[in-house]
Nanobody
Framework: QVQLVESGGGSVQAGGSLRLVCAAS????????MGWFRQAPGKERELVSS????????YYARSVKGRFTISRDIANKTAYLQMNNMKPEDTAVYYC??????????????????WGKGTLVTVSS
């Protein structure tokens, strides 16, 4: 089992920045990919970014490419999402997720095994 806890959400004005943090615990040695998802009111959940835990390869949704950066600290079992030049359309609940599947794909928006409870991000214009 892997437990995930997000932090770092909050309110920011358009153009501002936030950094989300996902702290993992439990059988973290089994993690293959960690990802950040978001769900805005009335919309489906979408994959924002993901990172391969051991190799560091990354994936970004087109809507955030160039503005968001995902990273991880393996020693501290933590993943980060640095969000810059934020826009009102980035407003959503952001979830950290992880999979232990060996064949998992970075761009897959399903198949995650573990989820955090989410953290709210609000961007005002």
């Amino acid at each position: 089992q892997v437990q995930l806890v997000e932090s770092g959400g909050g309110s920011v004005q358009a153009g501002g920045s936030l950094r989300l943090v996902c702290a993992a615990s439990g059988r973290t040695v089994s993690i293959r990919i960690m990802g950040w998802f978001r769900q805005a009111p009335g919309k489906e959940r979408e994959l924002v970014s993901s990172i391969r835990w051991s190799g560091g390869n990354t994936y970004y949704a087109r809507s955030v490419k160039g503005r968001f950066t995902i990273s991880r600290d393996i020693a501290n079992k933590t993943a980060y999402l640095q969000m810059n030049n934020m826009k009102p359309e980035d407003t959503a609940v952001y979830y950290c997720a992880a999979t232990t599947k060996i064949a998992a794909e970075l761009s897959a928006d399903d198949g995650m095994d573990y989820w955090g409870k989410g953290t709210l991000v609000t961007v005002s214009s």
